[in-house]
């Protein structure tokens, strides 16, 4: 499987910033996904993420809130905008590994006060 | 698009015995479940998957089953120990490397 690093690993922010959650792997990966896991939930699609090309983004999700960037196939950024105490989750970032399964990336859990 | 439904919410079973997870989907396309347990404070990881060309597959203590006609796919855990303890999420999607959708997770404590 391969090896996903995500940075950072936790933050606590004020409301109305924004933050920035790097995602890094180690090998070239064609798909890559940005979750979200509020409190005791279950993890919730943000949006797929492909190098070259605009993110995806599921209903309840856009761009202005959680502008994403893929500028090579091992590399992603989520950011987290103009942020609220709902906002705080972990965000997790996943890659697809050969054909069918996916990994997730340690997380990052944020807290917005 | 695709709903996935899992029962039981909380599960709690005496360490030795067996544990089961059920979970529903919707979508007829969905071909590939895995399923992942997530410890506290950890990333989900992944357990076991089964794809729909088949009916089971083991890997030691955990099983998974998939039947296809009536949408469902069950965990069974078996000799439970105490490491068990944490939460299962099961997933479907309906194609590789596509996004998944998940349950809402069951609790699992193995009480020693």
């Known amino acids: 499987s391969a090896v996903i690093s995500q940075k950072p690993s936790r933050d606590i922010c004020q409301r109305g910033t924004s933050l920035t959650i790097q995602c890094q792997v180690d090998?070239?990966?064609?798909?890559m996904f940005w979750y979200r896991q509020q409190p005791g939930q279950s993890l919730t699609l943000i949006a797929t993420?492909?190098?070259?090309?605009?993110?995806?983004?599921e209903s309840g999700f856009v761009i202005d809130k959680f502008p994403i960037s893929r500028p090579n196939l091992t590399f992603s950024t989520l950011t987290v905008s103009n942020m609220s105490p709902e906002d705080s989750s972990i965000y997790l970032c996943?890659?697809?590994?050969?054909?069918?399964?996916?990994?997730f990336g340690p997380g990052t859990r944020l807290t917005v006060t | 698009g695709e709903n996935v439904e899992q029962h039981p919410s909380t599960l709690s079973v005496q360490e030795g015995d067996s544990a089961v997870i059920k979970c529903t989907y919707s979508?007829?396309?969905?071909?590939?479940f895995p399923w992942y347990k997530q410890e506290l404070g950890k990333r989900p990881q992944l357990i076991i998957d089964?794809?729909?060309?088949?009916g089971e597959k083991k890997d030691q203590r955990i099983a998974v089953t998939l039947n296809k006609t009536a949408k469902h796919f069950s965990l069974h855990i078996t000799e439970t120990q105490p490491e068990d303890s944490a939460v299962y999420f099961c997933?479907?999607?309906?194609?590789?490397?596509?996004?998944?959708?998940f349950g809402k997770g069951t609790r699992l404590s193995v009480i020693a």
């Open positions: 996943s890659v697809g590994a050969g054909a069918y399964e996916q990994y």
């Open positions: 090998s070239q990966v064609t798909m």
């Open positions: 993420a492909n190098q070259g090309s605009e993110a995806t983004y």
């Open positions: 979508d007829s396309a969905s071909n590939y």
């Open positions: 089964i794809r729909s060309n088949v």
């Open positions: 997933a479907a999607s309906n194609s590789g490397n596509t996004p998944l959708v």
